[in-house]
């Protein structure tokens, strides 16, 4: 059974950092690609970053420079560390799968994580 | 990339159906067969429910289907029913490589 299990988050001061984790089971993690994606509270879904198999990344114009996407193989877990953080990144960050194996890009995402929420206020 | 259109709200009685388009650009939903589509209940993760236009992940109800005409993509769901009620949203790959949702339409079961 595929499983996407989150951690860190929680309430962060403007211009604070932050890591968030997703440890993933149940698949060939470093077949891959996974990614990061956020909703504001009461808001749409946003696509936040990707990480290829590879370790290629690609991030969307609102975070590009801040945050920085990773993974461990080793550990089956990717990462977001939030850098420089807004109150507009006050969302519910969800990690999630490529459905595609071998893909060197993210198209569609077949399991979610439970999301964790990221508070950004003073 | 600008977000994905999509009504903000549709509706239905139980047994009809009803559609739920997505309209981006060339350089999105026209330019790829990488729409995909994602239901979401109050205080749940997303569920894929459609993806690569019109294909059905293992599970997920043939009452659900997907299209696509130049740039606007449509999910269709047949028979509503009333656990159908949730946010629905696309997403499609785009020429950046990278991933663009759609602003997300409530559906209400009435």
């Known amino acids: 059974e595929v499983q996407l299990v989150q951690s860190g988050g929680g309430l962060v001061q403007p211009g604070g950092s932050l890591r968030l984790s997703c440890a993933a089971s149940g698949f060939p993690f470093s077949n891959y690609a996974m990614s990061w994606v956020r909703q504001a509270p009461g808001k749409g879904l946003e696509w936040v970053s990707v990480?290829?198999?590879?370790?290629?990344?690609l991030y969307a114009d609102s975070v590009e420079g801040r945050f920085t996407i990773s993974r461990d193989n080793s550990e089956n877990t990717v990462y977001l560390q939030l850098n420089s953080l807004r109150a507009e990144d006050t969302a519910v960050y969800y990690c999630a799968k490529e459905r595609n194996p071998y893909t060197t890009a993210v198209r569609r995402c077949d399991f979610w994580g439970q999301g964790t929420l990221v508070t950004v206020s003073s | 990339q600008s977000a994905l259109t999509q009504p903000a709200s549709v509706s239905g009685s139980p047994g009809q159906s009803i559609t739920i388009s997505c309209t981006g650009s060339?350089?999105?939903?026209?330019?790829?067969?990488?729409v995909s589509w994602y239901q979401q209940h109050p205080g749940k993760a997303p569920k894929l429910m459609i993806y690569?236009?019109?294909d059905r992940p293992s599970g997920v109800s043939n009452r659900f289907s997907g299209s696509k005409s130049d740039n606007t993509a449509s999910l269709t769901i047949s028979g509503l029913q009333a656990e159908d009620e949730a946010d629905y949203y696309c997403s499609s790959y785009t020429s950046g490589s990278t991933l663009v949702f759609g602003g997300g339409t409530k559906l209400t079961v009435l």
């Open positions: 690569d236009v019109s």
């Open positions: 060339s350089s999105d939903v026209g330019g790829y067969n990488y």
């Open positions: 990480v290829t198999r590879g370790g290629s990344t």
